[in-house]
């Protein structure tokens, strides 16, 4: 065997070849022999080394582990020359990596873990191979070859596992009740309509990492024994759905879908169907009558899914990133998932960190860290260094907790006990220029809006709620509104039919009970602490700053402002619309709100 | 979502197309109905009839099905339409104001179409990009970090 001191890896992936990767070798090679080196340095070809779109033709030199990239026949002579002859590096060929700035998915910050985001961005989504070289599929072949569907249920109930979808329902003890129903068909939906405003966990997973999804979903329909699956996909999410086909498409080919399963015996198939925009049709009842063709209303449980489900047939449902976890926890383990959390929440979750705090976007974190470790250590803390003044968790149906609660630690029962809940993991960070009580109509809007109408007490109750809300952002608050809102509040909470019209109170409740005084700011003095609210603030100019240029009485929509060239100008309440444009365009920082 | 010229297509071939290509029964009724939205640019009366038609399926379910979601459309709509994210992500970092100038530079409202019927304007929920939020998306293009003083030149790349 001949032995060579350095060795070329040239890329001949297809886009490479095309770009002429052959003229390339051809002229190393003959560059070699021209120059004496032939027997000293060897060339062969490679698949792909970096992105062809970017780099190609390009190559490796090993030992050195040099990367040339966007190289013509023309460079060869004097790169062997330089670097095989005299051994100096060509800077000007080396591949200049782009620096990709992703404004979702940052390097890990100090105590992140990352689980289920631990491929994202470090893959190529569309392509199987990658995913593989990275474990992929081995917890399905282990699964498949050495597990029964009982070990496969004891080991995910072992790992305690809970439903990452908000409810935190453990993911075994579900799959074991599905597995208990007796029927000649058998379901496994993924739940990725991922509704909560704020939150985009799941589709950066599903674009990201769409296998692991995949491959935790066959591995549960092994579990239970079904043969088909669903992904319901929202449809706000194209790009998601597209590479969930591919992906799906690619995993067929590749054996891990379709018949007979990697040879034995086990099949499984899967197809993703995208929704139409829908909140509700997050809530798994309302999910099934879409995946069925008809409006997507919940219906009462029992009977749960599991017992019946899609077109009656027993159904397991569990949301994206609970999937995503169970090949770890098959080829890792379930002691190695559980010591991670606090003793009754288990592993890590992914959050959507949103709003007033400095670096904002998906963060994974383990169960049990504290709120104040995630705004300030994880996210930075608050933007333009402003106060903290308040958190929301858990999307829509969730609640706001002041600062009281930065040390309470993320985990199901807490935040349920402080009021909010776990929920899919949307969290909205507001400073101390946030009204509270605009923020609580705001999502009573959100809810009213996506309320699917069937049951009374969610249909009229958030109409209510929105009401009496507006009424008091208007500044029309009267004695006997916040007894009214906390009466409603309860009514709605004890008789809805779904997870949407019980938590639909929760920001307007929790508001209540952590920020009554803005409430009654509002109500009895006519006045918005947080200067928010249009009808309770007005827009002054302040005569020492105003310098008379009139760009603001120019931009008023309703010519509310009057003034002399050079001479402080005034605005005319009665005519003021609060608009906010002349703050806006005033370049002297004159104008005020009051 | 774009649709240059609604009118120069046949509603009824459209219908008969993505039914063949869906197959006739209903759990493909979403997708029929998301596709000839996608094709025509809204549902008219017409198609819906004749989706109820070739699935045999009441015309009443299939209005209540087509109104029952958001993405789907009854009425026509403008030849570009605006996405708004009315989410609170987008909402605490500006989204009211970028709204207001909207809604002011279109001289519409919320579910509105111009009456030159360029542009439709729609609210939504969460997009999922709160990472670049206020958020508007027209047709396929999406606008992140979006102040109110950008609304005007983003509008004029449109015709």
């Known amino acids: 065997m001949a032995f060579y001191r350095s060795h070329v890896l040239v890329s001949v992936d297809p886009e490479c070849v095309k770009r002429g990767a052959h003229q390339i070798i051809d002229a190393l090679n003959d560059e070699l022999v021209a120059q004496g080196l032939i027997d000293e340095i060897q060339v062969l070809e490679t698949s792909r080394i970096g992105d062809p779109v970017l780099f190609g033709p390009d190559m490796i030199v090993y030992p050195e582990g040099v990367h040339y990239a966007c190289l013509s026949p023309d460079d060869i002579p004097y790169l062997v020359e330089e670097h095989f002859l005299k051994g100096r590096i060509v800077e000007k060929f080396r591949a200049q990596e782009k620096k990709v700035v992703d404004e979702e998915l940052g390097a890990p910050k100090a105590k992140e873990v990352r689980v289920v985001l631990r491929n994202c961005g470090v893959i190529d989504p569309n392509n199987i191979e990658d995913y593989i070289a990275e474990d992929g599929y081995m917890a399905l072949a282990k699964v498949l070859s050495e597990m029964t569907p009982e070990q496969v249920i004891d080991e995910v109930t072992r790992s305690g596992l809970r439903g990452r979808g908000g409810a935190g329902f453990l993911t075994g003890r579900k799959w074991q009740f599905c597995r208990n129903s007796q029927a000649d068909m058998k379901y496994v939906v993924c739940n990725a309509d991922e509704g909560d405003p704020g939150a985009f966990m799941n589709r950066r997973v599903l674009e990201s990492d769409p296998h692991s999804v995949i491959e935790g979903m066959i591995i549960a329909a092994y579990a239970i024994g079904a043969r088909q699956g669903y992904i319901y996909c929202r449809a706000e999410y194209p790009l998601a759905v597209k590479t969930l086909n591919i992906a799906i498409k690619q995993a067929r080919e590749f054996g891990f879908l379709g018949e007979n399963i990697l040879g034995t015996g086990f099949s499984f198939d899967l197809e993703v169907r995208q929704g139409a925009g829908a909140f509700v049709c997050g809530e798994e009842t309302a999910l099934m009558a879409s995946i069925e063709g008809r409006r997507g209303e919940p219906r009462p449980r029992p009977p749960f899914p599991a017992v019946s489900g899609l077109w009656g047939k027993p159904t397991n449902i569990n949301n994206v990133e609970t999937y995503a976890n169970v090949p770890q926890i098959i080829l890792r383990g379930a002691d190695w998932f559980a010591s991670m959390g606090t003793e009754k929440s288990k592993g890590t979750k992914t959050f959507a960190l949103a709003g007033d705090v400095k670096h904002t976007g998906l963060i994974e974190v383990p169960l049990g860290i504290t709120l104040r470790e995630i705004v300030y250590d994880v996210g930075g803390g608050i933007k333009d260094d402003k106060g903290f003044k308040a958190i929301q968790t858990g999307g829509p149906m969730g609640g706001c907790l002041p600062a009281e609660f930065l040390d309470l630690p993320v985990d199901y029962e807490s935040l349920t006990q402080a009021g909010s809940i776990m929920g899919s993991g949307g969290m909205v960070v507001m400073d101390e220029e946030t009204c509270m009580v605009d923020i609580a109509r705001f999502f009573m809007e959100f809810t009213q809006e996506e309320s699917c109408g069937k049951c009374t007490p969610c249909r009229i109750g958030t109409r209510r709620l929105l009401e009496i809300l507006t009424r008091i952002c208007e500044g029309k608050g009267e004695d006997g509104d916040i007894e009214r809102l906390e009466e409603l509040c309860e009514q709605i909470r004890t008789a809805s039919l779904c997870g949407l019209g019980q938590g639909a109170p929760n920001p307007v409740a929790s508001t209540l009970k952590y920020f009554r005084h803005e409430y009654e700011a509002h109500i009895y003095e006519k006045r918005c602490p947080a200067k928010v609210c249009r009808a309770l603030i007005a827009y002054e100019i302040v005569p020492e700053a105003c310098t008379g240029c009139t760009v603001c009485a120019r931009n008023c929509p309703v010519n509310a402002i009057t003034g002399e060239r050079r001479q402080p100008h005034k605005i005319d309440p009665d005519i003021c619309v609060r608009c906010g444009i002349c703050m806006q365009v005033c370049n002297f920082n004159a104008i005020v709100v009051n | ?159």
């Open chain 2, 1 to 159: 979502m774009t649709n240059e010229q609604p009118h120069g297509k046949n509603i009824l071939e459209i219908v008969k197309h993505v039914v063949e290509v869906h197959g006739k029964t209903r759990e493909e009724l979403i997708p029929i109905l998301q596709d000839i939205n996608k094709e025509y640019g809204y549902i008219p009366s017409q198609g819906l009839e004749e989706v109820a038609r070739l699935l045999q399926i009441p015309k009443s379910q299939v209005f209540s099905v087509a109104t029952f979601y958001h993405m789907l459309n009854v009425k026509e709509m403008g030849r570009h339409i605006i996405l708004f994210c009315e989410s609170a992500p987008c909402h605490v970092v500006g989204g009211r104001e970028v709204w207001r100038r909207l809604k002011q530079e279109l001289k519409i409202d919320a579910g509105e179409t111009t009456p030159d019927k360029k542009w439709s304007l729609v609210t939504v929920s969460c997009l999922g990009v709160c990472g670049v939020g206020p958020v508007i998306v027209i047709d396929e293009d999406l606008y992140g970090n979006v102040t109110p003083e950008m609304i005007p030149d983003i509008l004029a790349r449109y015709n």
